[in-house]
């Protein structure tokens, strides 16, 4: 199905378009606003006006969309890293239990972060870092934990921009 918004071809029986996030329904009657520049959708011969608008699935599944997964994920698979090198060097090697808290943690507002896109799991995790590196500093005398945050930086950016574009989505119905 070819957009009548942007132009772009979708697949056969693709409600929206994976470009712009118009829908792709034959019977909705596009008008283009001149003050805004946004497409405007006509729903009033519409039954059911709750499938004008993609699900957060077939959000994520929009190409501008994708790239900001993408980061949210690698900030993951970091906060992930860091928790496994933290059972590693403070748990199993240092014999530290109370390390065992730092893992949970970390892999737990990474988990956040991957599959809520949580804005506030990410937040946490950068001021948690910010606290590791001060506890680090009086404990050893220097700083460390820069990884985190790394990853709490990473994750607040990314996480923002997604919560961001689909707030945008709802508002307007644009990608």
Same mark, same amino acid.
């Given at each position: 199905?070819?957009?009548? /918004?942007?132009? *772009?071809?979708?697949?056969?029986?693709? *409600?929206?378009?994976?470009?712009?996030?118009? @829908?792709?329904? /034959?019977?909705?009657?596009?008008?283009?606003?001149?003050?805004?520049?946004?497409?405007?959708?006509?729903? /009033?011969?519409?039954?059911?006006?709750?499938?004008?608008r993609?699900?957060?699935?077939? $959000?994520?599944?929009?190409?501008?969309?994708? /790239?900001?997964?993408?980061n949210?994920?690698?900030?993951?698979?970091?906060?992930?890293?860091?928790?496994?090198?933290?059972?590693?060097?403070?748990?199993?090697?240092?014999?530290n239990? $109370?390390?065992?808290?730092?893992?949970?943690?970390?892999?737990?507002l990474?988990?956040?972060?991957?599959?809520?896109?949580? *804005?506030?799991?990410?937040?946490?995790?950068?001021?948690?870092?910010?606290?590791?590196?001060? %506890?680090?500093?009086?404990?050893?005398?220097? @700083?460390?934990?820069?990884?985190?945050?790394?990853?709490?930086? %990473?994750?607040?950016?990314y996480? $923002?921009? %997604?919560?961001?574009?689909?707030?945008? %989505?709802?508002q307007?119905?644009?990608?």
């Amino acid at each position: 199905m070819i957009c009548q /918004s942007c132009g *772009r071809a979708n697949e056969q029986g693709a *409600r929206f378009c994976k470009s712009c996030g118009a @829908p792709l329904e /034959s019977n909705v009657n596009v008008q283009q606003n001149n003050t805004t520049g946004y497409q405007q959708y006509d729903m /009033s011969g519409n039954m059911n006006v709750s499938t004008t608008r993609m699900t957060k699935e077939e $959000f994520n599944q929009c190409a501008n969309i994708k /790239s900001l997964i993408k980061n949210i994920t690698v900030a993951a698979i970091i906060a992930y890293v860091v928790g496994f090198i933290s059972l590693i060097t403070n748990v199993i090697l240092g014999g530290n239990v $109370f390390g065992l808290l730092d893992v949970i943690i970390v892999v737990g507002l990474g988990v956040g972060i991957h599959m809520a896109k949580s *804005r506030a799991c990410s937040i946490v995790l950068l001021v948690y870092s910010f606290v590791n590196m001060i %506890y680090m500093i009086i404990l050893a005398g220097m @700083p460390g934990g820069w990884l985190i945050i790394v990853c709490g930086i %990473y994750a607040t950016i990314y996480t $923002f921009k %997604y919560q961001n574009a689909w707030e945008r %989505y709802q508002q307007t119905g644009q990608l």
